[in-house]
T-cell receptor
Framework: DTGVSQDPRHKITKRGQNVTFRCDPI?????LYWYRQTLGQGPEFLTY????????KSRLLSDRFSAERPKGSFSTLEIQRTEQGDSAMYLC???????????FGEGSWLTVV | GQNIDQPTEMTATEGAIVQINCTYQ??????LFWYQQHAGEAPTFLSY????GLEEKGRFSSFLSRSKGYSYLLLKELQMKDSASYLC????????????FGTGTRLLVSP
């Protein structure tokens, strides 16, 4: 069990640029979640995958955001035309159906300047 | 709608006991989770309750009352390293199993 890994851990980008984050879940986990967290707040749900199918998307996920999980393993979260309000920590988490635990990765910090 | 309430901040002394409360009103319920989060780090799983009662795990215990929409996290023999945010999260009673988080309680443990 290598845990959930995310890359990059930190990203500074100029407003208007596109950024992409990658998440590698725990290998046997078929469920994958993306959350966003800003300072002083709890994580907010963005989207959920079961295997390769994206089954739920939050209203927070505007059309500038897109997530994929092409082979049911790793996932990517892309933000197009970044805005300063996108600055946050983007958390990936995974779980399997048998256990009642959702494990989080270390997060990817995004700063839009 | 969904509403999860926790105190914003708490302080306690090393060696003491502290109880962090969480009340929730959600459209469905399929379990309540507590996570610990140190500044700048990802949340770490602490406990899970789906039935009423107390779950004990070392220095940490978590209690749930579904009829009251209430949970608490009890931390015993506090250590300085317990200074962190504690997040209460409810898993909705849907097939998607997503967690809805409160804003977290920042606990400061002093010597």
């Amino acid at each position: 069990d290598t845990g959930v890994s995310q890359d990059p851990r930190h990203k500074i980008t100029k407003r208007g640029q596109n950024v992409t984050f990658r998440c590698d879940p725990i290998s046997e986990h078929n469920r994958l979640y993306w959350y966003r967290q800003t300072l002083g707040q709890g994580p907010e749900f963005l989207t959920y995958f079961q295997n390769e199918a994206q089954l739920e998307k939050s209203r927070l996920l505007s059309d500038r955001f897109s997530a994929e999980r092409p082979k049911g393993s790793f996932s990517t979260l892309e933000i197009q035309r970044t805005e300063q309000g996108d600055s946050a920590m983007y958390l990936c988490a995974s779980s399997d159906q048998a256990r009642n635990t959702i494990y989080f990765g270390e997060g990817s910090w995004l700063t839009v300047v | 709608g969904q509403n999860i309430d926790q105190p914003t901040e708490m302080t306690a002394t090393e060696g003491a006991i502290v109880q962090i409360n969480c009340t929730y009103q959600t459209s469905g319920f399929n379990g309540l989770f507590w996570y610990q989060q140190h500044a700048g780090e990802a949340p770490t799983f602490l406990s899970y309750n789906v039935l009423d009662g107390l779950e004990e795990k070392g220095r940490f215990s978590s209690f749930l009352s579904r009829s009251k929409g209430y949970s608490y996290l009890l931390l015993k023999e506090l250590q300085m390293k317990d200074s962190a945010s504690y997040l209460c999260a409810v898993r909705e009673d849907t097939g998607f199993q997503k967690l809805v988080f409160g804003t977290g309680t920042r606990l400061l443990v002093s010597p």
